[in-house]
């Protein structure tokens, strides 16, 4: 086994850079390059961690003044002997460090090699090591909390608890495989059906939480529609605000529809700002016009915005935005231009008296995205937003409603649907998962973790 070492922080100027090393030469790499005033040293025989100050030299000129942190495997991140080197940030510095280690026998760790090895050594099930990607990639607290969920156990626990539920099923059809004229091998198909639907409830609460992880994970696609110079940009930026994280550039989405990612209502909004609506004979508009109607149709969310003095035009554009499944808002916006009474069309949808001058009406606004998308956790809660663990669950619940099914014949026939059940469970924990989703899953993590 190689011993890799890599940038644990972001290879920017910091106070602070952390490099990583770990594998069977760690402590003798970092051995030679470390030199301890006093009685100090990386780690004593019989510890399993230690933290230190070091100066770190190189062909004996000191490079840096280092506090080092030991942990002995498996004791460590990654079950293995690992070293953490808390050097000065300096880009050129955290270069010149690692290139030291991998002139003394350590090699450039891949993007999540740390994480793999911690899987591989069994200190980690893959729920819990995405879960480390999920939280490093969460841009907002609701998401951070669902990451922590996978982290943390509670959807390794969860599953489990469903593994357990699956193997006492196949447990009690197998004695009576095996001993069906035995007392032991009593067992009613009344009992098997009553254990075979808990199971399937549970599994059944899983995958209905992945609607709500789906949009933790991935936001909101939110259209804004409504006729030119109702304030459709204007609300958008209201809405980027200071929360303006990620300017994207969504695949499907086009030059004359601007997409941009925000948290609002703590809610991850995918907006996208499409060209005004209506009927049309120009041809270039007209393209404008077909791409909001694409925008409209894959939308989760619709947001209808009008002007002050909304007309037939405007009736008309909430009327169409009604015709898509996502949801529709009414947004009559230039509230501070307009008090008149609002038209009785606005009834037809949630409607919302707002300025995106002012930013009179955003609270109320905010509240109901906060219900509508309700991605607000109770901690504790396993949600699932990884879809390769959601698309294992289905296959959970397709193999435990077909047992259900088969109660009228040999149980033999039920014990193969749970087996195929709990294959899927061993997929979904990385027990029974193949080389080539291992690899897939951790090359998508970032060098250092
Ligand atoms: P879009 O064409 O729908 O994107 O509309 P814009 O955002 O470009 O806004 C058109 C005009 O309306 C601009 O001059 C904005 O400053 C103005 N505007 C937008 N929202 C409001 C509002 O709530 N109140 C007022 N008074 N003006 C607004």
Not at 390 to 401: D, F, N, P, T, V
Request: negative net charge; aromatic residues 6%; glycine residues 8%.
């Amino acid at each position: 086994m190689d011993t890799i070492a890599a940038l644990a922080t972001a290879p920017f100027k910091a106070a602070i850079g952390v490099i990583r090393m770990s594998g069977p030469e760690a402590f003798s790499i970092a051995e030679a390059c470390l030199r301890f005033p006093g009685s100090g040293r990386l780690i004593a025989e019989d510890r399993k961690r230690n933290v230190a100050f070091a100066y770190l030299h190189d062909r004996g000129e000191v490079v840096d003044e280092v506090v080092v942190t030991a942990f002995r495997g498996p004791y460590s991140y990654t079950g293995e002997d690992t070293v953490e080197f808390s050097c000065h940030g300096g880009v050129y510095l955290l270069d010149r460090v690692l290139r030291l280690l991998f002139s003394k026998g350590a090699r450039q760790a891949l993007g999540g090699e740390f994480t793999k090895r911690a899987f591989l050594n069994g200190k980690s099930d893959l729920t819990r090591a995405e879960g480390v990607m999920d939280l490093i990639d969460a841009e907002y607290s609701s998401a951070a909390r669902a990451a922590m969920s996978e982290l943390d156990g509670t959807v390794g626990n969860a599953i489990g608890e469903i593994r357990g539920q699956i193997l006492a099923i196949t447990a009690k059809l197998l004695a009576y495989v095996d001993y069906p004229d035995d007392e032991i091998g009593e067992v009613s198909t009344e009992e098997i059906d009553l254990l075979l639907t808990e199971a399937l409830t549970r599994v059944r609460t899983l995958t209905a939480s992945y609607g709500k992880g789906k949009i933790l994970r991935e936001g909101v696609r939110t259209a804004l529609c409504g006729r030119p110079n109702v304030g459709k940009s204007s609300l958008m930026n209201l809405f980027a605000g200071e929360n303006r994280s990620i300017v994207t550039d969504i695949a499907g989405t086009t030059r004359d529809t601007v997409t941009e990612s925000v948290v609002f209502g703590g809610v991850k909004l995918l907006l996208t700002d499409t060209a005004g609506i209506r009927e049309t004979e120009d041809r270039v508009e007209k393209i404008g016009v077909d791409r909001a109607v694409q925008a409209m149709e894959k939308a989760d969310l619709i947001l209808c915005v009008f002007g002050d003095h909304p007309d037939e035009q405007d009736r008309v554009i909430g009327e169409k935005a009604l015709q898509y499944q996502g949801k529709t808002l009414f947004l009559f916006n230039k509230s501070d231009l307009y008090d008149a009474p609002l038209p009785a069309w606005a009834s037809a949808a949630p409607s919302f008296r707002i300025s995106a001058v002012t930013g009179d009406g955003m609270p109320k606004l905010e509240a109901c995205l906060a219900d509508l998308f309700a991605t607000d956790l109770p901690a504790g809660s396993a949600v699932i937003t990884n879809g390769r663990q959601y698309q294992c669950l289905c296959r959970i619940e397709s193999a435990l409603a077909r047992a259900s099914d088969n109660l009228t014949l040999t149980p033999d026939v039920i014990v193969s649907d749970l087996e195929e059940a709990l294959a899927a469970v061993g997929e979904i924990t990385g027990e029974r998962v193949s080389d080539s989703i291992v690899h897939e899953i951790f090359s998508r993590f970032c060098v250092g973790k």
